[in-house]
């Protein structure tokens, strides 16, 4: 499994960014995609994820109502569209995926098993 992150970049505080993740190496139905960042001097949280099949999301709170998760099946590309950015959302954006069964719905970092390079958000004030 090869996970691809892309479209992290320096934007302003209010302005809106999509990073994507394009994933390759198997079919992924059964499997749930996560986002993560990790800010400077901190801990990888979770920020979103999605299940491949169905398309059922989830969201850390301090995201919930300004991200959207979503994905393209035929692509195999994860998206998270990212607005009304804070400068608090500068971090290391990272994709992660594992197998999941329709009931779980994993947020921590150890629960995922391939992970993409990071990509880079920084969101000036």
């Known amino acids: 499994v090869q996970l691809q992150a892309s479209g992290g970049g320096l934007v302003q505080a209010g302005d809106s960014l999509r990073l994507s993740c394009a994933a390759s190496g198997r079919t992924f139905s059964g499997y749930v995609m996560g986002w993560f960042r990790q800010a400077p001097g901190k801990e990888r949280e979770f920020v979103a994820g999605?299940?491949?099949?169905?398309?059922?999301?989830y969201y850390a709170d301090s995201v919930k109502g300004r991200f959207t998760i979503s994905r393209d099946n035929a692509k195999n590309t994860v998206y998270l569209q990212m607005n009304s950015l804070k400068p608090e959302d500068t971090a290391v954006y990272y994709c992660?995926?594992?197998?999941?069964?329709?009931?779980?719905?994993?947020?921590?970092?150890?629960?995922?098993?391939?992970w993409g390079q990071g990509t880079l958000v920084t969101v000036s004030s």
């Open positions: 992660a995926t594992k197998r999941a069964i329709a009931t779980y719905y994993p947020r921590l970092m150890k629960e995922y098993d391939y």
């Open positions: 999605i299940k491949w099949s169905g398309g059922y999301t």
